[in-house]
């Protein structure tokens, strides 16, 4: 018969795992007899079970805080959670790209360009980025149709302040100067009169404001001005009279003035040219030159033809301000594209060399990537004749086409316009979606908004009028002038019209009206060419 220490044996020799190891330990504590080491394995073998499953205690498991990116993942039982919030990982780990967040090079910055519309866009530019670049950037991210004439402007509310910037100016450079507790900010819009005085010279320098400062009998046209400035850097003068506002004073004075190319001057003795009549008044160098908006409430001025001049590195302030006012918008912008030019001299021929030249650039991409694709999938057809015919000759193609889309649109036009006999002739709304249509704004409105983009012969705009029920006025620039035609609609044959000269010419609708004014004048002063156009962004 096997003793007890045999039985115990044999039972240590079935436990495995920990329950061995506590035993030992166990019994290593002990000191007992016999009986008293009996026990104690009783009671430790008591929960052994033949048919129980182990038992298995959940231990801590130590993770490495470096793990290497390239090392093998380890096996783990647990399944791969995926990650609920990809929004906020960094864009190259995560799919989602935010446009708010910073790209990975640190030598960008984030300015803010508002619509003229006061809705805002971030944008994420490198410290070298010019106004041109800003754009361009903008011109792609709104999906403007138009990619020319766009600029860049500075506006201070507060002040009535605003210049167009040049399209070699840093971005950067010229928010640096700002204020940080004022309210200026830069807004993207159209600008037709930037370079337009290298197009037009006589319309932007009348021949009585310009003299030669070494020659007084010799004469110079605006041609020749723009020459010499060009080719040997030599700038004649602009002189005239102006309205001074005289510092911490509400009264205006009359002053003389002449613009050299070494600065600004003003006469002490009527418009005499004495070296001791003659005081510096600025030095073109450290100073930019900015139209005022609503002069006559801010500073009392006596004509709405205000503009200023501010040392060009310090932040605005009311006592730097040197505000001048001109007769009319001929000499005022006659002042202001002077000041420009003679301050940035050829740079600003090299501006408008380049946007002639990206301009060329575009027509002739889109001329080629239009007659490839009508190439290699569309044929002008010609089904006049009894039987087809294919067009070959491309400027007969694009004639048809053309003419193709106006039958298309006049058809649609005369379905609005036939007589109903419960109700009047329908009003065709084809305008509505032209970029030219402005709705219910007002006349100072519509002036306001011209003067901004540039008052360039040919810019127009229609919107509804004020005054007249289902009227509409052609609001448009001639000479530096805004000019408005009231457009009438009228009833002919139960078909509704449109006319500007008491029912001469009629139109069925205003998207005709306008397509008739860009090829004839009519009784217009010169042919439609430029919409005044407001973008969104």
């Known amino acids: 018969m096997p003793s007890d220490d045999t039985k115990l044996t044999d039972h240590m020799m079935e436990v495995d795992g920990p329950w061995s190891e506590e035993f030992d330990s166990e019994m290593g504590e002990k000191s007992g007899g016999a009986d008293t080491m009996l026990g104690s394995s009783t009671l430790t073998l008591a929960p052994l079970v033949v048919d129980s499953p182990p038992i298995r205690r959940s231990q801590p498991i130590a993770i490495s805080i470096n793990r290497s990116k390239s090392g093998e993942p380890s096996?783990?039982?647990?399944?791969?959670?995926?990650?609920?919030?990809?929004?906020?990982?960094?864009?190259?780990?995560?799919?989602?790209?935010?446009?708010?967040?910073?790209?990975?090079?640190?030598?960008?910055?984030?300015?803010?360009?508002?619509?003229?519309d006061s809705h805002g866009r971030s944008l994420w530019v490198s410290l070298e980025a010019t106004a041109r670049e800003v754009c361009q950037m903008l011109v792609q991210t709104a999906h403007c149709t138009d990619q020319e004439n766009w600029a860049l402007l500075e506006l201070h509310p507060t002040l009535g302040l605003e210049r167009c910037l040049e399209d070699h100016e840093v971005v950067l450079e010229v928010q640096a100067t700002w204020s940080l507790k004022g309210d200026t900010r830069l807004i993207f819009c159209k600008n037709y009169a930037k370079y337009e005085f290298f197009r037009k010279p006589m319309l932007f320098f009348p021949e009585c404001m310009i003299s030669d400062s070494a020659d007084i009998s010799k004469g110079m046209t605006s041609s020749d001005l723009i020459q010499n400035l060009l080719k040997s850097g030599t700038c004649p003068e602009i002189q005239g009279f102006l309205h001074l506002k005289e510092p911490s004073r509400k009264a205006w004075k009359k002053v003389y003035f002449f613009l050299r190319r070494s600065g600004l001057y003003c006469s002490t003795?009527?418009?005499?040219?004495?070296?001791?009549?003659?005081?510096?008044?600025?030095?073109?160098?450290?100073?930019?030159?900015?139209?005022?908006?609503?002069?006559r409430k801010l500073y009392g001025a006596p004509s709405d033809f205000t503009f200023c001049i501010k040392p060009s590195r310090n932040p605005v302030r009311t006592q730097d301000l040197k505000i001048l006012c001109a007769e009319n918008e001929q000499i005022r912008t006659c002042w202001?594209?002077?000041?420009?030019?003679?301050?940035?001299?050829?740079?600003?021929?090299?501006?408008?060399?380049?946007?002639?030249?990206?301009?060329?650039?575009?027509?002739?991409?889109?001329?080629?990537a239009c007659k490839s694709k009508s190439e290699a999938s569309l044929v002008a057809m010609d089904f006049s004749g009894k039987s087809g015919r294919v067009i070959q000759n491309p400027a007969e193609a694009e004639s048809a086409e053309m003419e193709e889309g106006r039958t298309w649109r006049r058809r649609e036009a005369m379905r609005f316009s036939l007589p109903n006999l419960n109700s009047g002739a329908k009003t065709s709304s084809i305008h509505k979606c032209q970029l030219w249509f402005h709705g219910h704004i007002s006349r100072k409105e519509t002036q306001r908004l011209m003067e901004k983009q540039g008052l360039v012969d040919g810019m127009f705009l229609i919107r509804e009028s004020q005054q007249h029920e289902n009227c509409f006025v052609l609001s448009m620039c001639h000479k530096l002038k805004t000019r408005h035609y009231l457009v009438i609609p009228c009833e002919e044959d139960g078909r509704k019209y449109y006319t500007m000269d008491d029912g001469v010419t009629l139109f069925v609708d205003l998207l005709q009206l306008v397509e008739f004014h860009q090829i004839n004048k009519g009784i217009l002063p010169v042919c439609l060419k430029h919409p005044c156009v407001c973008v969104a962004l």
């Not at 600025?282 to 908006?293: C, E, K, M, S």
């Not at 740079?347 to 408008?352: A, D």
């Open 75 to 116: 096996s783990s039982s647990a399944p791969s959670i995926p990650n609920p919030f990809p929004e906020l990982c960094s864009p190259s780990k995560s799919p989602v790209l935010i446009n708010s967040l910073p790209p990975q090079s640190s030598d960008k910055h984030l300015i803010k360009v508002y619509g003229e």
């Open 336 to 368: 202001t594209s002077a000041f420009r030019l003679f301050k940035h001299g050829k740079q600003l021929h090299c501006n408008y060399q380049l946007s002639k030249t990206a301009l060329q650039n575009r027509e002739e991409t889109r001329f080629t």
């Open 269 to 295: 003795k009527g418009s005499s040219k004495e070296p001791r009549h003659l005081q510096c008044v600025a030095d073109l160098q450290d100073l930019n030159v900015y139209t005022v908006v609503n002069s």
